[in-house]
């Protein structure tokens, strides 16, 4: 028994080392191997007629065959762009190639038009029933009418399909030579640019597109060409060869603005995805435009008022207007009885007609004073009637809910327009009363734009100078709504709307609009100086008995020596603090407005170094807080600062 298992267990041992030296053999590899390369072969043969992955593939995304075939020729240069070298890639020559098989069709392309903005008016825009009893209601008060406004079709250029078609080849052919497939293109076309909705192959990145910005806007040979990341598509901003004129007229017309339910509602101009732009003011609830000069923003500011014009009854609206260059809202003049806001210290008829639109910084640092008290005002009737708006104020009045023997009244909506913010509070070289004036006016600017919503007080700042000491950031935080022209760099469209973009504008109306999160680009309407001559004279030809045409809106009359706005009368002069001179002479000599510094160079306890600091503010030496920084020293050397200390410790 025992022999047997061992000649068993011998047998077996041989027979694994046997089949162990033919698998280890060279022969039975190579065998092995051209089997395995046949199955292969057989394989590829079989997917090629079939063509089943590809299928799959092209179903998987896009169940339609017109798209398969679109897609499939895309699939067939792609050895060839790789066996070529990287070096004559972006060669002219191969450029010119790439644009002559971008002819052959390749993807789709889709052109996009609109012709809203040519539609006639059919109707008049529809009046608003303000529901009050006369004098107030002026019921026979007439709207102005659409005929008084220009259609510019002089100024219309339609896009040609070839200039369109020329820049889809020169796109595609641009993304060719960087290797990067795009499927379908399809042309927005717009008043002054046309954008082009690219949808990049699968497994594209977005970021590779988005660095090919400069190159694009060199082979297309264009100015203003941004790449902006849309919903579903990357887009390409090109302008047009020829720019169109957006009427005013137009944007009126369309449904946008006709069906409109917003309290203020304000047709700015048409955006690149060819529609009417409509904003509420009264949402906003104050904005700010900013821009270089002759881009387009006086034109945009009378858009805005003449929308409000056609939307809102005499009662319901009151514009206060401040030109330092006295030049820009002159026409505006003409409403005083019907839609302007004033102070009620005018002499006589003529001086009050001559100072309805504020031209010096002095007489706007008054008038924002009055406004500030107007809105405390406002806000003292809204919490005796019980509500936290002026809309449920107003709704409640007109139901005759609040009495009027009892102090309360209907509330117009006031809408102040600061043009040239810049030039009012500069105080460079400027006397200690200037420079009063215009911290006063800082103030009450930012008081009105945190607390003028809820009482119907709104405000638009314009300045052609957007450096971060013009729009600080009380300004920006109050302002979410913005509105960037074209201007010069790309630091100054940061501090405007906190993004780059508005350096690539191309002037004349273009923009870009934000609402605080995102930017949209929209060409601005256009209304001329006659047509805003011929909207006032319609206007002020109204005469009638209502309290509206006999007598403007009268606000609160206010004193020189008020503090409502920090102004220059609001320091006391007999209850200085007796280290009042010594402060002022460190802080002007450092350069540095700190109460720390305060209390450790002089000595001071807190309380006291904080009174000082405010009485250092109060007499025009530093200026208003901000957080934790320090605050701003408004006088440059201690020779301004004498004559200064004289006038404060004689009065």
């Known amino acids: 028994t025992r022999t047997l298992g061992v000649i068993v267990t011998g047998l077996v041992i041989a027979v694994l080392i046997a089949i162990f030296l033919v698998l280890s053999s060279k022969k039975f590899s190579r065998w092995l191997s051209t089997l395995g390369s046949g199955k292969k072969k057989s394989k590829k043969k079989s997917k090629k007629p079939a063509g089943t992955d590809s299928d799959v593939e092209a179903t998987l995304q896009e169940p339609d065959m017109p798209v398969v075939q679109d897609i499939l020729p895309e699939e067939q240069p792609e050895p060839k762009l790789e066996s070529e070298p990287a070096e004559e890639l972006p060669t002219e020559p191969q450029a010119v190639t790439l644009a002559e098989k971008e002819?052959?069709?390749?993807?789709?392309?889709?052109?996009?038009?609109?012709?809203?903005?040519?539609?006639?008016?059919?109707?008049e825009l529809k009046p608003i029933d303000n529901r009050l009893d006369p004098p107030d209601g002026l019921p026979k008060y007439k709207f102005p009418t659409l005929d008084l406004l220009e259609a510019h079709?002089?100024?219309?250029?339609?896009?040609?399909?070839?200039?369109?078609?020329?820049?889809?080849?020169?796109?595609?052919?641009?993304?060719?030579?960087?290797?990067?497939?795009?499927?379908?293109?399809?042309?927005?076309?717009?008043?002054?640019?046309?954008?082009?909705?690219?949808?990049?192959?699968?497994?594209?990145?977005?970021?590779?597109?988005?660095?090919?910005?400069?190159?694009?806007?060199?082979?297309?040979?264009?100015?203003?060409?941004?790449?902006?990341?849309?919903?579903?598509?990357?887009?390409?901003?090109?302008?047009?060869?020829?720019?169109?004129?957006?009427?005013?007229?137009?944007?009126?017309?369309?449904?946008?603005?006709?069906?409109?339910?917003?309290?203020?509602?304000?047709?700015?101009?048409?955006?690149?995805?060819?529609?009417?732009?409509?904003?509420?003011?009264?949402?906003?609830?104050?904005?700010?435009?900013?821009?270089?000069?002759?881009?387009?923003?006086?034109?945009?500011l009378n858009v805005i008022v003449s929308s409000l014009l056609y939307s809102k009854h005499p009662s319901e609206l009151k514009f206060v207007f401040i030109d330092p260059k006295m030049v820009e809202f002159s026409s505006y003049a003409k409403l005083l009885k019907h839609y302007l806001a004033v102070l009620p210290d005018a002499g006589s008829e003529e001086d009050e007609a001559n100072r309805s639109i504020v031209k010096n910084p002095k007489d706007a640092e008054k008038i924002l004073r009055s406004l500030c008290i107007e809105m405390d005002d406002r806000y003292e009737l809204l919490s005796k009637a019980g509500v936290n708006n002026i809309k449920l104020y107003n709704s409640r009045y007109k139901e005759r809910k609040l009495r009027p023997d009892h102090g309360h009244r209907y509330l117009p909506y006031i809408v102040v327009v600061v043009d040239e913010y810049a030039d009012l509070t500069m105080t460079i070289g400027g006397a200690p009363e200037a420079r009063a004036a215009s911290r006063s006016i800082t103030n009450s600017i930012i008081r009105l734009a945190q607390k003028g919503r809820a009482a119907g007080l709104h405000v638009i700042l314009a300045t052609q100078r957007p450096s971060v000491d013009v729009i600080n950031g009380l300004i920006k935080s109050n302002f979410p709504m913005r509105i960037a022209f074209r201007v010069a760099s790309r630091v100054d469209s940061t501090t405007?709307?906190?993004?780059?973009?508005?350096?690539?504008?191309?002037?004349?109306?273009?923009?870009?609009?934000?609402?605080?999160?995102?930017?949209?680009?929209?060409?601005?309407?256009?209304?001329s100086g006659d047509e805003i001559d011929s909207i006032n004279t319609f206007?002020?030809?109204?005469?009638?008995?209502?309290?509206?045409?006999?007598?403007?809106?009268?606000?609160?009359?206010?004193?020189?020596?008020?503090?409502?706005?920090?102004?220059?009368?609001?320091?006391?002069?007999?209850?200085?603090?007796?280290?009042?001179?010594?402060?002022?002479?460190?802080?002007?000599?450092?350069?540095?407005?700190?109460?720390?510094?305060?209390?450790?160079?002089?000595?001071?306890?807190?309380?006291?170094?904080?009174?000082?600091?405010?009485?250092?503010?109060?007499?025009?030496?530093?200026?208003?807080q901000e957080g934790s920084k320090p605050r701003q020293v408004l006088l440059s050397s201690l020779d301004e600062l004498e004559p200064l200390l004289e006038s404060v410790m004689k009065g």
Do not use: W
Not at 248 to 256: I, Q
Not at 554 to 571: I, M, R
């Open 539 to 624: 206007i002020s030809d109204q005469r009638g008995y209502g309290k509206c045409y006999n007598t403007p809106y009268y606000l609160p009359d206010v004193t020189d020596t008020g503090a409502e706005g920090g102004g220059a009368g609001s320091l006391d002069t007999n209850n200085l603090d007796e280290r009042f001179a010594e402060a002022a002479r460190l802080v002007v000599s450092t350069q540095k407005g700190s109460t720390s510094d305060l209390q450790r160079k002089l000595g001071m306890g807190y309380a006291k170094a904080g009174r000082v600091m405010d009485q250092l503010e109060a007499a025009g030496i530093v200026g208003p």
């Open 103 to 123: 002819s052959v069709p390749e993807g789709n392309f889709e052109i996009i038009s609109d012709n809203s903005l040519n539609a006639e008016v059919t109707e």
């Open 153 to 300: 079709a002089s100024g219309r250029r339609e896009v040609s399909s070839e200039e369109l078609t020329r820049n889809n080849n020169k796109i595609r052919a641009a993304r060719a030579n960087y290797k990067i497939q795009l499927n379908d293109v399809k042309a927005q076309v717009g008043p002054t640019v046309t954008l082009y909705k690219v949808y990049p192959a699968p497994g594209v990145k977005i970021a590779d597109i988005k660095k090919l910005q400069e190159d694009i806007g060199m082979t297309l040979n264009a100015r203003g060409v941004r790449v902006i990341q849309l919903s579903d598509c990357v887009g390409i901003e090109v302008a047009n060869d020829y720019s169109s004129i957006v009427p005013l007229k137009a944007l009126l017309n369309d449904t946008a603005f006709r069906e409109s339910k917003a309290e203020l509602p304000v047709a700015i101009g048409y955006t690149i995805t060819q529609k009417v732009k409509v904003f509420d003011l009264a949402d906003a609830p104050h904005l700010l435009v900013a821009g270089a000069t002759k881009q387009g923003k006086s034109v945009g």
């Open 496 to 527: 405007i709307i906190d993004s780059p973009g508005a350096e690539k504008l191309i002037g004349k109306g273009d923009m870009l609009f934000s609402a605080g999160i995102e930017s949209e680009r929209i060409q601005c309407g256009f209304v």
